[in-house]
């Protein structure tokens, strides 16, 4: 059973960088085909993807936030860190890892529960 | 980078028919076979209905059906039934230069 579960602060001051954890079980991010991505979405709005790590530590990042945001791995301890420069108020949000099941990028399942990230100072 | 167009709400009563459209570009879902659908239930994190366009997931509904056709997609539910009611994205894969993941902005389905 594939499980995965978000970690970090609840609360941010604007300026400041996030740095959230994803932290699984169920599968090794050694294995072939295997990633995490982060999709993030703000009260009452829509998903918005956000970054993507694979098992040959291919990244891939959100054009719109690309220069913001960082994802590595600890393939040992099962984890997958993403860290978003410069917070503001808008990027109050749920952000949710989740598990790619091939390499099409797309199919994510399944997801954590989600974290709520409130930017205010 | 832009969202996919979703409409905003769709409605049917139990047992009929109800079809939600993602529509995009060349660039996303009319260029790649790459397109996948989620539920979400109020408060709760998305879960995957459909992938690779019209593949479905072990334990879920064959009621839950996708398709393609040039650069929209779409999710059609059968036999509505009470529990279907939720919100609904599409997700596409997307590449030019580089490649990435675009969502759809949402429906909100209601089950009358």
């Known amino acids: 059973q594939i499980t995965l579960k978000e970690s970090g602060p609840t609360l941010v001051k604007p300026t400041q960088t996030l740095t959230l954890t994803c932290t699984f079980s169920g599968f090794s991010l050694s294995t072939s085909g295997v990633g995490v991505g982060w999709i993030r979405q703000p009260p009452g709005k829509a998903l918005e993807w956000l970054a993507l790590i694979y098992w040959n530590d291919d990244k891939r990042y959100s054009p719109s936030l690309k220069s913001r945001l960082t994802i590595t791995k600890d393939t040992s301890k099962n984890q997958v860190v993403l860290t978003m420069t410069n917070m503001d108020p808008v990027d109050t949000a749920t952000y949710y890892c989740?598990?790619?099941?091939?390499?099409?990028?797309?199919?994510?399942?399944?997801w954590g529960q989600g974290t709520l990230v409130t930017v205010s100072s | 980078q832009s969202a996919l167009t979703q409409p905003r709400s769709v409605s049917g009563s139990p047992g009929q028919s109800v079809t939600i459209s993602c529509t995009g570009t060349s660039s996303d879902v009319g260029g790649y076979n790459y397109v996948s659908w989620y539920q979400q239930h109020p408060g709760k994190a998305p879960k995957l209905m459909i992938y690779?366009?019209?593949k479905r997931p072990s334990g879920v509904p064959d009621r839950f059906s996708g398709s393609k056709s040039g650069n929209t997609a779409s999710l059609t539910i059968s036999g509505l039934q009470a529990e279907d009611e939720a919100d609904y994205y599409c997700c596409s894969y997307a590449g030019s230069y580089t490649s990435y993941v675009v969502f759809g902005g949402g429906t909100k389905l209601t089950v009358l």
């Open positions: 690779d366009v019209s």
């Open positions: 989740a598990h790619i099941r091939d390499t099409a990028m797309v199919n994510y399942d399944p």
